[in-house]
């Protein structure tokens, strides 16, 4: 399969669906993701990543139950894929190897 490049924001939205185990819906991966990082994330932006990841295979989605708090209206749940998996792993590696490559000088202001 082709490799497939993500952009920070839809990294950063691919990790928060693994984070949130079967939470992951628009709502909660907005607020994760202002909390986790304190930059500010609106709905459309999450919900325009998410459909990006669909497309590309990163993650897949269903609808939940119907819950009370909604007024009886179903979330979608997103979750990752072997694909986005292995995404995520080539990410890591690529930074690593990278990171790997700086000056020491350089490293112990990373904190690595």
Known sequence: M???YLGEFEEIVLLTVVALEGNAYGVALTHYITEQTGRSARLNQVHAALHRLEEKGM???CLG???????????RLFTITAYGEQTLLDIQAVRSQLINQL???????LNL
């Not at 139950?65 to 979330?75: I, L, P, Q, S, V």
């Open 65 to 75: 139950e119907a819950t009370a708090e909604r007024g009886g209206r179903r979330k």
């Open 59 to 61: 993650v897949t989605s």
């Open 2 to 4: 082709k490799r497939t």
């Open 103 to 109: 000056p020491r000088t350089l490293k112990p202001s």
